[in-house]
Structure formats: structure tokens, C-alpha cells
T-cell receptor, first 111, second 115 residues
Framework: QKEVEQNSGPLSVPEGAIASLNCTYS??????FFWYRQYSGKSPELIMF????GDKEDGRFTAQLNKASQYVSLLIRDSQPSDSATYLC???????????FGPGTRLSVLP | ETGVTQTPRHLVMGMTNKKSLKCEQH?????MYWYKQSAKKPLELMFV???????ENNSVPSRFSPECPNSSHLFLHLHTLQPEDSALYLC??????????????FGPGTRLTVT
């Protein structure tokens, strides 16, 4: 059973701080990693994807991947109240079309 | 329209009803997915269609029946559902191929309530 784990939170950070969201996965064959943001009552929205070890930056967001440790994280710099949402980590292997999602981490950015 | 659309957005049905959910993608993708999202549970993949053929079926009860007539349209036919089937049903699409980067894009979802 392939699993993706996330701390359910809530993770509370003050406005302007760095929010750090973590995700671990069980399948060593995983090749592609995705972060989605989901506001309450809305569908998931893709933020970033990463497939190589290291960091990938896009604006205020940085995804970090460590395949040896089976760990992927998302950093949000200069957090804003509008970043308050649930962040879903998703993992995909290289063979099928199966995306496995984690339970999500609820982030609350306090003004 | 752009992106992934779903209709209806809200549906209330009795346990003896038959209804269908519709999904349409305008992104030129060739894979489509149905997910179920219940409160406090991870997204559950129900069905995957790649190039209009079903490639994954994660032991979903037969009261859910998918249909993918072409790469742009996906249906989920519902019959004799149970109250525990009440959830948000999400459709997604992606490109399918040998490359690594084929992220999914989600529709707005259908909020289903079974009474």
C-alpha cells in the first residue's frame, strides 16, 4: 500500500513568516511530486511540481525534494493570510496513472 | 470555457435514484480521473482513463459506473447509492505519456448528498 503522510495541523504562522510544510512517502519508485492548495469548499489547485532532488523556486514558494529520505517539503516565504488553506502533497510513480495524495496540512496565517 | 468543468455543482439524490455526473476538460489532455473527497479523509482515486481506456479501478463499488466516450468527456453514473457516498466528487485531467511531468488539473467538483 503506497502511502503519503503529512502532519494534519493546523500549522499556525504569523503573517510575514516562513511556513514549512512537510510530506513523506513510502514508495521508493515515486518519481513526480506535487503540491496542491485547497481552500475550504473549493477544489485543489496546483502550486508546484518537482521531480529532481534539490530545490525548485517559484515566487514565494520553494519545493524541496530528497529522494533518499523520501521527503518533500514546501516552503512559503512572506506568508499572507490568503495563504491560509489546506496543502495537499501528491506523489506519482513512473509506471501508472495513479496519484497518491496525503491527507493535507491545514495552514493558518495569522494577521 | 477553459480548464476542467463539472456539472452539476450540487446534487441531492435519494438512495433509489439514478443520476450522472459530467466532466469536460478543455486542456487537450488525454487522461481523466474521478476522485472522491470525504470530510477528514485523503483524496481517494476512483477511476482513471488514459487514452479513453480505463487503467485503474481502485475497488470502487459497482454502484459507481464510469464512462469516457472521448478524451474530453468523462461521466460517473450513480445508482442505488448509500448515505456514506455523500462527498465531494472531483474530476481531474492530465497529459499521459512517458515524461515525468504530467500534473493534474481539477474541476470545481460536485457536492453530492445522498438522502
Amino acid at each position: 500500500q503506497k502511502e503519503v503522510e503529512q502532519n494534519s495541523g493546523p500549522l499556525s504562522v504569523p503573517e510575514g513568516a516562513i511556513a514549512s510544510l512537510n510530506c513523506t512517502y513510502s514508495d521508493r519508485g515515486s518519481q513526480s511530486f506535487f503540491w496542491y492548495r485547497q481552500y475550504s469548499g473549493k477544489s485543489p489547485e496546483l502550486i508546484m511540481f518537482i521531480y529532481s532532488n534539490g530545490d525548485k523556486e517559484d515566487g514565494r514558494f520553494t519545493a524541496q525534494l530528497n529522494k533518499a529520505s523520501q521527503y518533500v517539503s514546501l516552503l512559503i516565504r512572506d506568508s499572507q493570510p490568503s495563504d491560509s488553506a489546506t496543502y495537499l502533497c501528491a506523489v506519482k510513480d513512473n509506471y501508472g496513472q495513479n496519484f497518491v495524495f496525503g491527507p493535507g496540512t491545514r495552514l493558518s496565517v495569522l494577521p | 470555457e477553459t480548464g476542467v468543468t463539472q456539472t452539476p455543482r450540487h446534487l441531492v439524490m435519494g438512495m433509489t435514484n439514478k443520476k450522472s455526473l459530467k466532466c469536460e476538460q478543455h486542456l487537450g489532455h488525454n487522461a481523466m480521473y474521478w476522485y472522491k473527497q470525504s470530510a477528514k479523509k485523503p483524496l481517494e482515486l476512483m477511476f482513471v482513463y488514459s487514452l479513453e481506456e480505463r487503467v485503474e479501478n481502485n475497488s470502487v463499488p459497482s454502484r459507481f459506473s464510469p464512462e469516457c466516450p472521448n478524451s474530453s468527456h468523462l461521466f460517473l453514473h450513480l445508482h442505488t447509492l448509500q448515505p456514506e457516498d455523500s462527498a465531494l466528487y472531483l474530476c481531474a485531467s492530465s497529459q499521459s505519456g512517458q515524461g515525468l511531468l504530467y500534473e493534474q488539473y481539477f474541476g470545481p467538483g460536485t457536492r453530492l448528498t445522498v438522502t
